[in-house]
T-cell receptor, first 111, second 114 residues
Framework: AQSVTQLGSHVSVSEGALVLLRCNYS??????LFWYVQYPNQGLQLLLKYTTGATLVKGINGFEAEFKKSETSFHLTKPSAHMSDAAEYFCAVIKAQKLVFGTGTRLLVSP | DAGVIQSPRHEVTEMGQEVTLRCKPISGHDYLFWYRQTMMRGLELLIY????????DSGMPEDRFSAKMPNASFSTLKIQPSEPRDSAVYFC????????????FGSGTRLTVV
């Protein structure tokens, strides 16, 4: 069973627009949740993570995500997209002590 | 720190040949992971090590794949013999811990088997 589900394989926004990338998790226990970004021809880079404590997590490059237990969601947002944000974004969860990734969402940013 | 270093960046080989991918983790990281990324299957964990000892290799697709970590600063992933379906990007990552998830990834090796 998929542990994290990312809705939308591609998301297109205009520069300056709100970025919203969706991630839902399936877990019977409080999960550890992560967002990673992959720029073309590069490895994955950690954007932010939620383990315990504050449910609104701030990451690098102006991104943030909110853990919502009632909705089993951990959506990634950024108020204003930059061209440099164009990349693939992966939601991930710790499952059986392993980091398991979603299928990824490619963010396209147009001028 | 130079980060996780993988070599080569690109590898093109003929079917049936042996392929060896290399990884140097970040110094002080006790965990090392090998992932494979394909369009069809996404990111899959192949194997991980703790203090140079293989802990979980349940993701290794078949006996043609093997991984070693002879010391804390070096690991290899070997495929012998290689097949076209092994074509993928192989990532190495390292971390201080397991459940924290803050893995540092290398830039990957793009393997093409023709």
């Amino acid at each position: 069973a998929q542990s994290v589900t990312q809705l939308g394989s591609h998301v297109s926004v205009s520069e300056g627009a709100l970025v919203l990338l969706r991630c839902n998790y399936s877990s019977s226990v409080p999960p550890y949740l992560f967002w990673y970004v992959q720029y073309p021809n590069q490895g994955l880079q950690l954007l932010l993570k939620y383990t315990t404590g504050a449910t609104l997590v701030k990451g690098i490059n102006g991104f943030e995500a909110e853990f919502k237990k009632s909705e089993t969601s951990f959506h990634l947002t950024k108020p204003s997209a930059h061209m440099s944000d164009a990349a693939e974004y992966f939601c991930a969860v710790i499952k059986a002590q392993k980091l398991v990734f979603g299928t990824g969402t490619r963010l396209l940013v147009s001028p | 720190d130079a980060g996780v270093i993988q070599s080569p960046r690109h590898e093109v080989t003929e079917m049936g040949q042996e392929v060896t991918l290399r990884c140097k983790p970040i110094s002080g990281h006790d965990y090392l992971f090998w992932y494979r990324q394909t369009m069809m299957r996404g990111l899959e964990l192949l194997i991980y090590f703790n203090n140079n000892v293989p802990i979980d290799d349940s993701g290794m697709p078949e006996d043609r794949f093997s991984a070693k970590m002879p010391n804390a600063s070096f690991s290899t992933l070997k495929i012998q013999p290689s097949e076209p379906r092994d074509s993928a990007v192989y990532f190495c990552a390292s971390s201080f811990d397991l459940a924290g998830g803050g893995y540092t990834f290398g830039s990957g090796t793009r393997l093409t088997v023709v």
